[in-house]
């Protein structure tokens, strides 16, 4: 069963986030961050809305990847950097994270893989979730090898499938489905669309197209400190169609955007 075929089948094993775990608003205060001496972002604030799609884009370098892993609690903030829920309270074990590398332990099974969290916190993996989570992304029949055997978008499937078991209300995603061919990328959009409705989502991406298919807010970063432009906020639920004259409209603006902010990237 390919991904396509289990979101057409409604066999998808999430759930939305439970009402005691409601998907927070993310705010990011005064973020401050140097690079070898270099501001990457000073006194940059940032708001990804409760149970929505934040996607992020702009020229390489300009500290997209950075800022997530800041929000991730992945890279050391400065002094007056703060990342809050909207009541102010702290995001630690709330979040997972998808790194633009799949990070599989080469010596564990596609299945060990993605029940690694819950070994990790010693906790009892749920095996049958963690199997219906890899039918629902194409890889039920890869569960018993290793990640040498599997292509890259196979890798990339299964770290996907790795996210959705820690059923976290807030998704930082970095390049994703960068390493999957067109047809399998779109499929895998629309089930991370559907899995992922009522989190809070940020999803690092350098395709426009991906980012107005999934996003409600969609910022450009650029500039050296890095700022946040107006976003542009795509009408109707995602997934989105492609083919959406509105939607190729806004891919037009979001395009002379991009060529903008590359203007700015120092040489």
Request: with cysteine; net charge neutral.
């Amino acid at each position: 069963m390919t991904p396509d075929d289990s979101a057409r089948s409604g066999a998808l094993p999430f759930t939305k986030p439970s009402s005691a775990d409601t998907a927070p608003e993310v705010r990011v205060h005064a973020a401050r961050l140097d690079w070898h001496g270099v501001p990457l972002f000073d006194a940059l604030d940032f708001t990804m809305p409760a149970g929505r799609w934040t996607c992020l884009l702009g020229p390489s370098g300009v500290g997209k990847s950075t800022l997530l892993r800041l929000i991730a609690g992945l890279a050391p903030p400065h002094a007056d950097s703060r990342v809050t829920c909207g009541t102010g309270q702290s995001l630690e074990g709330r979040v997972a994270y998808m790194a633009q590398t799949d990070l599989l332990l080469p010596w564990a099974t596609v299945l060990e893989n993605v029940m690694l969290g819950a070994r990790l916190r010693g906790e009892k993996p749920d095996t049958r979730r963690a199997r219906d989570l890899l039918q629902a992304v194409g890889l039920h029949e890869a569960a018993d090898k290793r990640p040498a055997e599997l292509s890259g978008g196979m890798r990339q499937r299964a770290a996907l499938a790795r996210t959705l078991m820690e059923d976290r209300p807030v998704i930082l995603m970095d390049e994703p489905f960068s390493a999957l061919d067109a047809v399998s990328r779109l499929r895998l959009q629309d089930l991370a669309a559907r899995a992922l409705e009522g989190r809070t989502v940020l999803l690092v991406t350098h395709d426009p197209l991906e980012a107005l298919r999934l996003g409600h807010r969609v910022h450009v970063l650029s500039g050296r400190p890095a700022r946040l432009d107006a976003p542009l906020t795509p009408e109707g639920p995602p997934p989105r169609k492609a083919t959406d004259p509105a939607l190729l409209a806004l891919h037009a603006d979001l395009l002379a955007r991009l060529e903008a902010a590359d203007a700015e990237v120092p040489s």
